[in-house]
Structure formats: C-alpha cells, structure tokens
C-alpha cells in the first residue's frame, strides 16, 4: 500500500485491523457524502429508523490519529454484528479484500472545497485551521497548489481529491467496489437507498424502506445531528448541526473570479478525460 501520512491521518493505522467478512468501508475524500453514507449503511444493516449510528464510535474513521489505535481496534473487534467503518484515504492505501465492500462516494472537487472551508470554521479545535486561513484568495490558491501527500492530502486539497478519483477509477471493475456521487444522491436518494440495499444484501419491506428513506434524509439528518454527528455531544464542534452546512451544489458560483475559475478549469482539464471530468464534477445523472 502507499504511505498517506499527514497531519491528521495515517494509513499505517489499517496494519492493525483484522478484516472480518463483509466489512463495509466508506471511502471518500472529506466533505464528499461520508457521514451521508454511514448514516445509509447504519439504516439498512440494522433496519431501525431510529438507530443511533454515533459514527466515531460504532463505524470509526481508521486513519485518524487523534484515537488511540488500539482501542479502535478492540472495540471493533468486540462488535458483534456487521462492522462499518470510514477513510479518506485513496484506494491504493487501503487493503482491497474480496471478502470486503467499498462504498466509494466523490463530490465536484469545488464543492468539496468550500464545504471544507465551513467545516474547519466549525470545528471548535481545527487541526487544519492553517490550511484553510481568513483569506479566501490564499485559502482557494492552496487548494489548487497542495500536493497529493504529506500535510496536504489531509487538506481536501484538489490534488489528494484527483488521485482519489483516481484509484477509485483504478479498481472500479471489481465487483465489490460501488462508485456513488454526491449529486445523483441528492437527485434520487431513493434510487441510491435502494442500490445500496441490493449491495448490502439487505431485504426491507417497502413501508420500512420508506421510513428508512426519510430518517436518512440530508434534512432529518440535520435536524437529529446529535444521532448522526461524528464525535456528538464532545464538543468537537461549535454547532452540531451546522456539521451538515447546506448540502448544496455549485458552492462557488458568484465567489470565484473568472481568473480563479479558469485555474481550476485548466487543472481538471489536464488531469482527467471530458468524460472523466463530467462524472466527477456532476456524477451519473448529469
């Protein structure tokens, strides 16, 4: 596997865990439908519209060093029901096992960009505080310019995004590996609820498929933040349900110059094919 080291995660921290047949990952770069996702799976592998994923603790981002790796470790091991857990990091930094499934989900890299910036804002001790600074031209300026590893691929940076695109495309014809997009959720979240059963081999009836369809909604999630925030009721945040922001597309229109846009434009056009471009930045349903 390649070495993703930064500030905030470390995907050495996976040589730790035993895989267990139908481990469920999701697998996104930040701001991308994460806790969206987990909040799908939880609904679907428990069948309770009321469940409580708490996300850091039941499904736990494995890369993040700000918990102790070994008490991850047991308390998915002591879990006996079918695990879930989260990384931001590119597939060629994970082990891929037959056994496994990747729920991969990616976002126009734009959005991703001024999500982050909302995000940080509201974390009430942000370790990327640095990266993202008051100034938006210099804030947007190192989302072009960061690299895809070391401090920056812990950035959201449009590079780390690129290359997680990247080695998603890579393994996308194995059968265990489901690519979904942030905006075809938004458009059919009953269409993806409804994949996501048939990839998870689990069988609802159609009036229970309709409960969990509404309590997996971006609102119900917002309006019940504490069931489905990562780290709820620590104080990791300064609003819980400001986690969410707006769940909204096309973030940058009227905050971009022309000039900045046509960096941005210039970037993706020389890294990935026309067709390559218009999933990542509009998904299947474009």
């Not at 909040?39 to 102790?68: C, E, K, Q, Y």
């Not at 370790?127 to 031209?137: E, T």
């Not at 900045?260 to 930045?281: F, H, K, T, V």
């Amino acid at each position: 596997m390649r070495r993703y080291i930064g500030v905030v995660a470390d995907n050495r921290r996976w040589d730790k865990l035993a895989p267990r047949p139908g481990d469920v990952f999701v697998c996104t770069p930040p701001k991308s439908g994460t806790t969206w996702m987990q909040a799908m799976v939880a609904l679907l592998l428990s069948g309770d519209p009321d469940v409580a994923p708490n996300p850091s603790v039941t499904m736990p981002w494995i890369d993040h060093r700000f918990r102790d790796v070994d008490e991850v470790m047991s308390r998915l091991a002591a879990q006996p029901h079918r695990r879930s857990m989260k990384t931001h990091t590119p597939l060629d930094g994970i082990p891929i096992r037959d056994s496994a499934i990747y729920l991969v989900v990616h976002r126009h890299p734009l959005d991703v960009h001024f999500s982050m910036r909302r995000h940080v804002a509201n974390q009430a001790k942000a370790p990327l505080a640095w990266y993202y600074p008051d100034d938006p031209d210099l804030c947007y300026q190192r989302f072009l310019d960061g690299a895809d590893e070391g401090a920056d691929y812990d950035s959201a940076c449009l590079a780390a995004i690129l290359r997680h695109y990247r080695t998603a495309l890579d393994l996308s014809a194995r059968p265990n590996v489901h690519r979904f997009h942030y905006a075809d959720m938004r458009r059919d979240p009953a269409g993806t609820l409804k994949r996501l059963a048939g990839i998870l081999e689990t069988d609802h009836p159609p009036a229970l498929m309709a409960e969990l369809l509404r309590a997996s909604s971006f609102e119900s999630m917002r309006d019940n933040a504490g069931r489905f925030v990562p780290g709820s009721g620590t104080g990791s945040w300064k609003s819980e349900a400001g986690f969410f922001d707006s769940g909204t597309a096309r973030k940058w229109e009227g905050r971009l110059s022309a000039d900045q846009y046509a960096a941005y434009d210039a970037a993706i056009g020389a890294a990935l094919s026309p067709d390559e471009r218009a999933w990542l930045e509009e998904g299947a349903g474009a």
